[in-house]
């Protein structure tokens, strides 16, 4: 019995002293972990303090009034002037080049004390006098099928902005390509279909103005310094009765029933 037991003491002693040898070998071969990638999210301190500055440009922008135009680039479309007024009595207008018809029909939206106004301003491709048609209270929405978008930044957004508890998640954000100011991105946290603003980044200038907005309709570039505001916003036209213009393209127009004489 113990005759057979010396030869396994005698390989005990070097597979004690090789196994660590092979153990390290087998480590070595195995390539090293590579270190986790830094997260590009910013804290929540980061977020907190975004949010707290992007409110209070927001505010400011409220009571910032002005006349101001702005370059607005669009996919597939030519780059056009926005002029945004701001008057000093809460009123405001958005002239939008393009902002009908299929980009075919130039339109004003404005809120007066009288209430929300499209008006159809003179155009290569509406070229009646201009008019306007009220479109309900002052503080209602327009309804999509008659909403350039462009307006939003500069009117019903900024509340939305201001409100800290609008579902909202605001960074730091690169300026847009000729904008200055501070930027933001700004995204959704709803789920809801319709959200309380367009996700994009907003820039302002220390004073409240509106320096640039990108959104996935388009980027609005401030073009020049703002002038002063006007006491008060005039309509683009007299006020008629009529339909607005929608922002669909307009249906091709049917072709004729009847054969000219020619043909018969």
């Known amino acids: 019995m113990h005759a057979h037991l010396r030869p396994a003491r005698r390989l005990a002693g070097p597979l004690a002293l090789a196994l660590p040898t092979l153990l390290a070998a087998c480590t070595a071969d195995q390539p090293a972990a590579p270190p986790p990638a830094p997260s590009s999210a910013p804290a929540p301190a980061e977020r907190d303090a975004a949010r707290d500055e992007l409110a209070a440009l927001a505010a400011a922008a409220q009571d910032r009034h002005l006349v101001a135009s702005y370059t607005l680039r669009a996919p597939d479309a030519a780059d056009r002037t926005i002029v945004v007024t701001s008057a000093n009595d809460g009123t405001w207008r958005v002239d939008v080049p393009g902002g009908a018809l299929g980009g075919t029909a130039d339109v004003s939206i404005a809120a007066t004390a009288d209430g929300l106004f499209q008006c159809a301003l003179p155009s290569a491709g509406r070229p009646e006098p201009p008019s306007c048609v009220r479109l309900g209270d002052p503080d209602d929405s327009l309804p999509r099928r008659l909403d350039p978008r462009v307006q939003h930044p ?20 690169t300026p847009p390509p000729g904008a200055t100011g501070a930027c933001y991105a700004v995204e959704s946290t709803s789920a809801s279909i319709n959200p309380p603003l367009d996700v994009g980044i ?24 703002p002038a002063p505001a006007p006491a008060t916003v005039q309509l683009a036209g007299p006020v008629v009765e009529g339909e607005p213009l929608g922002t669909a393209s ?9 054969p000219s004489a020619g043909t018969l």
């Open 202 to 225: 907003y820039c302002y200038d220390q004073d409240g103005t509106p320096t640039a907005v990108r959104t996935e309709s388009g980027t609005l570039v401030l073009a020049g310094a």
């Open 154 to 173: 500069f009117t019903d957004w900024l509340a939305v902005l201001t409100d800290r508890r609008a579902p909202l998640a605001v960074s730091p954000a």
């Open 250 to 258: 307009p249906p091709p127009p049917e072709p004729s029933g009847s």
